[in-house]
T-cell receptor, first 110, second 115 residues
Framework: GNSVTQMEGPVTLSEEAFLTINCTYT??????LFWYVQYPGEGLQLLLK?????DKGSNKGFEATYRKETTSFHLEKGSVQVSDSAVYFC?????????FGQGTELSVKP | SQTIHQWPATLVQPVGSPLSLECTVE??????LYWYRQAAGRGLQLLFYSVGIGQISSEVPQNLSASRPQDRQFILSSKKLLLSDSGFYLCAWRGLAGGLTGELFFGEGSRLTVL
């Protein structure tokens, strides 16, 4: 079946450090891929998306590239800020349903 | 612009009591609607989704049910809550304009604690 696997957290970084959160997926065909972010006590917000192989989604300094050959959609940011502290969810859309990974908690210290 | 509202935001209920969480969407027609649950320290699990009035698909067997009495209204219910029903419930919608690749938009969530 369709599934998403994310690296486990929590991830703790210092401000201005480089961030990578790994995400791999299992699905038939070409699902759309997403990263959502959840700030403490809030719902989910779309961070970025990619709809076909080799697409790069980007937003607020975050980037992720849809890699069909490795079935991956890793999230990266060159310099994190304290305000980036949140839980990040990788997800795929297939058959009208959004399937999430387990989420990765990021904590950025000043 | 489209907006999604969920209520109540916080709910504390005793075991065995009924539940009703409501979600409404504004500014769009015939959206796909979804209920997700986020248990403490875990990811999001799809509970129900609906492609139209009265059309509900259940993803996992459980103590909950969903209804869609109007195009932009989605209700999550239970007749008798269990301790394991505690969690953060999120409603979401997806517009047809997004096509097959359209993302979901989420409400602010309803936190349910069953005691």
């Amino acid at each position: 079946g369709n599934s998403v696997t994310q690296m486990e957290g929590p991830v703790t970084l210092s401000e201005e450090a480089f961030l990578t959160i790994n995400c791999t997926y299992t699905a038939t065909g070409y699902p759309s891929l997403f990263w959502y972010v959840q700030y403490p006590g809030e719902g989910l917000q779309l961070l970025l998306k990619a709809t076909k192989a080799d697409d790069k989604g980007s937003n607020k300094g975050f980037e992720a590239t849809y890699r069909k050959e490795t079935t991956s959609f890793h999230l990266e940011k060159g310099s994190v800020q304290v305000s980036d502290s949140a839980v990040y969810f990788c997800a795929l859309l297939k058959g009208g349903k959004l399937i999430f990974g387990q989420g990765t908690e990021l904590s950025v210290k000043p | 612009s489209q907006t999604i509202h969920q209520w109540p935001a916080t709910l504390v209920q005793p075991v065995g009591s009924p539940l009703s969480l409501e979600c409404t969407v504004e500014g769009t027609s015939n959206p796909n609607l979804y209920w997700y649950r986020q248990a403490a320290g875990r990811g999001l699990q799809l509970l129900f989704y609906s492609v139209g009035i009265g059309q509900i698909s259940s993803e996992v067997p459980q103590n909950l049910s969903a209804s869609r009495p109007q195009d932009r209204q989605f209700i999550l219910s239970s007749k008798k809550l269990l301790l394991s029903d505690s969690g953060f419930y999120l409603c979401a919608w997806r517009g047809l304009a997004g096509g097959l690749t359209g993302e979901l938009f989420f409400g602010e969530g309803s936190r349910l604690t069953v005691l």
